[in-house]
């Protein structure tokens, strides 16, 4: 079974930028979407960014599009999220998620804190 690890949280200002990271153990196939979602404190898990992992289409929440960038590099079969021009809302433990359509997902990592810093 395909296990999910991310990493690349971190405490950083508001305006900055981070990369995060989502590595996947375990053949991935075309088919296969990788999500990312995010939970904030007291608030329930939402939607971020996707990405097929064949066809490499993509698709973001309203509220980071134009900041965060979904990417893939297949020959480490590892999927990331650029995120730039960050606010305090960012602030939350961001998910990795693996599925066959977007925001659906079968497993998921353990997760990565972001702290947006006002």
């Known amino acids: 079974q395909v296990q999910l690890v991310e990493s690349g949280g971190r405490l950083v200002q508001a305006g900055g930028s981070l990369r995060l990271s989502c590595v996947a153990s375990?053949?991935?196939?075309?088919?296969?979407?990788l999500n990312w979602f995010r939970q904030a404190a007291g608030k329930e898990r939402e939607f971020v960014a996707s990405?097929?992992?064949?066809?490499?289409?993509?698709a973001y929440q309203d509220s980071v599009k134009g900041r965060f960038t979904v990417s893939r590099l297949k020959s480490e079969n590892t999927v990331y999220l650029q995120m730039d021009s960050l606010k305090s809302d960012d602030t939350a433990v961001y998910y990795c998620g693996l599925g066959r359509n977007i925001g659906e997902n079968d497993r998921w990592g353990q997760g990565t804190q972001v702290t947006v810093s006002s």
């Open positions: 990405i097929r992992w064949g066809a490499g289409t993509t």
């Open positions: 375990g053949r991935l196939l075309s088919s296969h979407v």
